[in-house]
């Protein structure tokens, strides 16, 4: 474990952590953000320096609201992007400010809302609209011992044409926690929470290792668009390019700011992959296939 | 907010606007900080090309380079949105026989002028001619925009006292335009002539803009006579801009002079040359200078002028907006009609809504 001394100065001049590719500067005088980071972030690189691609606060209302009903407020690089939140959800606002940050203010990379997976030296790109079960996915095949690249974000360097690492707590709504606590029993959970739309959710310590291979990119292998249907079989199938162009596209956060740049990106990357729809119920099965998939 | 310091540093951008060659001697974090008031009072595209001509910053580390790149991408994406709503337009007018003329950012961005570049907007404005706007208005409707539902009193505000429709807003895109048919509202004590503006109205790249001597006194209308304080140091930049792009052309500075008094907006170009030259320097040509100087208001005016201007271009966010609403109610003083800004602000005030509006 590493030095959390510094998070001593949270209050006053903030602490940076890094996280992927980010230097993510943050201050915050609620305990929460505190104890979020205390149970999810050990692992990650803490210091008192102050530089940032992200200057994040996450401060409670002055004033009679405080006792009332204590709300978190979000500032990021001097701006407020969010109307506050109630406070016992100041440790998800951090990640939620992450997601924002990386959406509309990290232009290097095309960011497509994504999970990202790898093994063997070759990445798999999850992607879904929320619901579709990505994010169960991509957490059971973590615990199953795949690097996590990212639960949220495929970042492509369009230089490059690899994807780089951005491993943070994953987050799991509903059903899925039990899931995960059941395939997972030593890992960290933080303690359940109730969202704006009325979901439960927790964030699982992401595992040591691929934290510790934040700085080693990964080599996009295979592109998936997963759906969680009750019952149904494992079915892996092909589908054209064009059409995983254009979901990729859509899925993009950024594509607007970065124009051609953002196209090519994601037209290489999928030119030199080869692209599924999947559509399974059975975990353990899926991640048996994805596996061989994988190495065929 | 306790110990934690969460302001823009427009201090700092001040001090990069009024001396860009301050960008030489900021720190990596500086220099961050500088983006973000940029970004902020909308001028990232600005900040952009200052740091290009100057190849700054040098040696910068990473998570600058990275801010940089995001930036830069930022400030592109922003002058591409533009540039396809200009393209909207463009495809609803055609054919029509219409004539519509791009103000304000979107003229810039259409000239292809210095403000222009990386340039953010809030809204789009056009102008018409009054006895087309009805036309007008329903042929943007049938392209998407349309005027939301809004209460009875602002209706009757916008359509009796104002030189512009509600703001529309495209269904599809939500982007904002307004159509205006003037300048200044209608209640306005200056009453620049629109069609003097539309007659010396110039075609640049297809699109339709004001001629250069217009263009300048239409943002010194709208910054030291109109309501838009919040972009203060933004339109004062774009004057500054402006003044050295056309004065390149020594028949810029007598037209100026000419126009402004065949549109009778004496007080604003004076205003907009002098904090200008105070502000950034802008060289003026001796002749046109003195001519302009004898615009002056009375001293008294002056002088509470130049110490609101200053505070609200200058300022910290802490004391900015007590400056800020001082030029607020000067500019609807000469907006309105004494009783009509009475009448106005009570009704405002009782309706609630936002702080200075």
Redesign the interface.
């Known amino acids: 474990m590493r030095s959390l001394e510094p998070l001593s100065q949270l209050?006053?001049a903030?602490v940076q952590l890094s996280i992927g590719?980010?230097?993510v500067r943050l201050?915050?005088?609620i305990v929460g953000v505190r104890t979020y980071l205390e149970t999810v972030y050990t692992d990650f690189p803490i210091t008192s320096e102050?530089?940032?691609?992200f200057?994040i606060?996450i401060?409670?209302t002055?004033g009679w609201r405080q006792w009332m009903r204590p709300q978190a407020?979000l500032?990021v690089?001097?701006?407020r992007p969010f109307l506050p939140l109630p406070e016992d959800l100041s440790g998800a606002l951090f990640e939620w400010s992450l997601n924002w940050c990386v959406g509309d203010?990290?232009?290097?990379w095309v960011a497509i809302h994504a999970a990202v997976v790898e093994r063997d030296g070759q990445a798999v790109v999850l992607s879904g609209v929320s619901g579709a079960g990505k994010s169960t996915l991509c957490a059971a095949l973590v615990v199953a011992g795949w690097r996590l690249l990212s639960d949220e974000f495929a970042l492509v360097d369009p230089q490059s044409g690899l994807l780089s690492p951005l491993p943070r707590p994953v987050s799991l709504k509903n059903q899925s926690i039990s899931i995960l606590k059941q395939r997972n029993p030593s890992g960290v959970f933080t303690p359940e929470r109730i969202d704006i739309e009325g979901a439960t959710f927790v964030h699982m310590k992401p595992p040591l290792a691929s934290v510790r291979q934040a700085g080693e990119p990964a080599r996009p292998g295979m592109i998936v668009f997963p759906r969680w249907t009750r019952d149904a079989a494992t079915r892996l199938e092909p589908i054209p390019k064009a059409y995983a162009l254009m979901r990729l596209a859509h899925q993009s956060f950024?594509y607007?700011?970065?124009?051609v740049?953002g196209y090519e990106a994601i037209a290489g990357m999928v030119g030199r992959t080869d692209c599924y729809t999947l559509e399974y119920s059975d975990l353990d099965d899926v991640i048996g296939r994805l596996a061989s998939a994988r190495t065929r | 907010?306790?110990?934690?310091d969460?302001?823009?540093?427009y201090p700092m951008l001040a001090r990069v606007l009024r001396d860009p060659s301050e960008l030489s001697r900021l720190s990596?974090?500086e220099f961050?900080?500088t983006i973000?008031?940029a970004d902020?009072a909308r001028l990232l595209g600005w900040l952009l090309e200052r740091c290009r001509e100057r190849n700054l910053p040098l040696n910068p580390?990473r998570?600058?380079a990275?801010?940089l790149?995001?930036a830069?991408?930022?400030a592109?994406?922003y002058e591409?949105?533009l540039r396809w709503e200009i393209n909207r337009l463009q495809r609803a007018f055609l054919g029509t026989g219409l004539t519509w003329i791009l103000m304000k950012g979107a003229g810039y961005v259409a000239a292809n002028l210095p403000p222009g570049n990386g340039r953010r907007v809030a809204d789009i404005d056009i102008m018409v001619a009054e006895r087309d706007l009805s036309r007008v208005e329903q042929l943007l409707n049938e392209h998407g925009w349309e005027i939301p539902e809004m209460h009875p009193y602002d209706t009757r505000y916008y359509r009796e006292w104002m030189h512009e429709l509600p703001a529309m807003v495209h269904r599809d895109r939500r982007s904002v335009l307004d159509v205006h048919h003037g300048i200044l509202p209608k209640t306005s004590r200056l009453k620049p002539s629109p069609e003097r503006l539309l007659a010396h109205s110039i075609v640049v790249n297809g699109l339709r803009v004001f001629c250069p001597a217009h263009m300048i006194l239409q943002g010194a209308a709208h910054l030291f006579h109109d309501g838009d304080v919040a972009g203060a140091i933004r339109d004062l930049v774009d004057l500054d801009q402006l003044f050295r792009e056309f004065g390149r052309d020594e028949r810029f500075w007598p037209e100026l002079v000419a126009e402004t008094e065949a549109l009778d907006l004496r007080r604003p170009a004076y205003y907009a040359v002098r904090y200008a030259r105070l502000e950034f320097g802008t060289p003026v040509p001796a002749e046109p200078l003195r001519a302009i100087e004898r615009w002056a208001p009375p001293s008294v005016v002056r002088y509470s002028m130049d110490s609101m201007v200053r505070r609200s271009i200058a300022a910290s966010r802490r004391t900015a907006p007590v400056a800020a609403f001082g030029l607020w109610v000067r500019m609807h003083w000469g907006k309105m009609p004494a009783l009509h800004l009475v009448r106005h602000l009570t009704r405002k005030s009782l309706m609630g809504g936002g702080r200075y509006h």
């Open positions: 209050d006053t903030g590719p980010f230097r201050r915050s005088d102050t530089a940032a691609h200057d606060a401060v409670s002055a407020n500032v690089n001097g701006v203010h990290a232009h290097r950024n607007n700011y970065l124009g740049r | 907010m306790s110990r934690i969460v302001a823009l540093d990596a974090e961050s900080r973000d008031a902020a580390p998570w600058l990275d801010r790149v995001t830069d991408a930022r592109r994406g591409r949105a």
